[in-house]
């Protein structure tokens, strides 16, 4: 037969709730300069990008706006097609 599924957890999972010591809470200034550290070596992370990827991603990005351009003005020309035809007001 199959082995019995429990829906309790063991408790290796989440920790226990009063039996572990907790850490001492640092002061304000201690946080402060604990964010900065962390500041600093997320931006060591960061890759920039060469002139070459950065003037690749410059054409992709413009290149994406002139098109969504160009769907919003065709929209917009034939909701007011539309809009003219269904009130009846004359093409200019």
Same mark, same amino acid.
């Given at each position: 037969?199959?082995?019995?599924?429990?829906?309790?957890p063991t408790g290796?999972?989440?920790?226990?709730g009063?039996?572990?010591?907790?850490e001492?809470?640092?002061n304000?200034?201690?946080?402060?300069?604990?964010?900065?550290r962390?500041?600093f070596?997320? *931006?060591?992370?960061?890759?920039?990008?060469?002139?070459q990827?950065? =003037?690749?991603?410059?054409?992709?990005?413009?290149g994406?706006?002139?098109?969504m351009?160009?769907?919003?003005?065709? *929209?917009?020309?034939?909701?007011?097609?539309?809009?003219a035809?269904?009130? =009846?007001?004359p093409?200019?």
């Amino acid at each position: 037969m199959a082995s019995m599924v429990q829906d309790e957890p063991t408790g290796d999972v989440v920790a226990s709730g009063g039996s572990a010591p907790r850490e001492k809470k640092l002061n304000v200034f201690a946080r402060i300069a604990l964010f900065i550290r962390q500041v600093f070596a997320e *931006l060591r992370k960061v890759v920039t990008p060469t002139r070459q990827e950065l =003037g690749k991603f410059t054409a992709v990005v413009l290149g994406f706006v002139v098109v969504m351009m160009a769907i919003v003005y065709g *929209l917009d020309v034939l909701f007011v097609w539309i809009t003219a035809y269904v009130f =009846g007001i004359p093409a200019a």
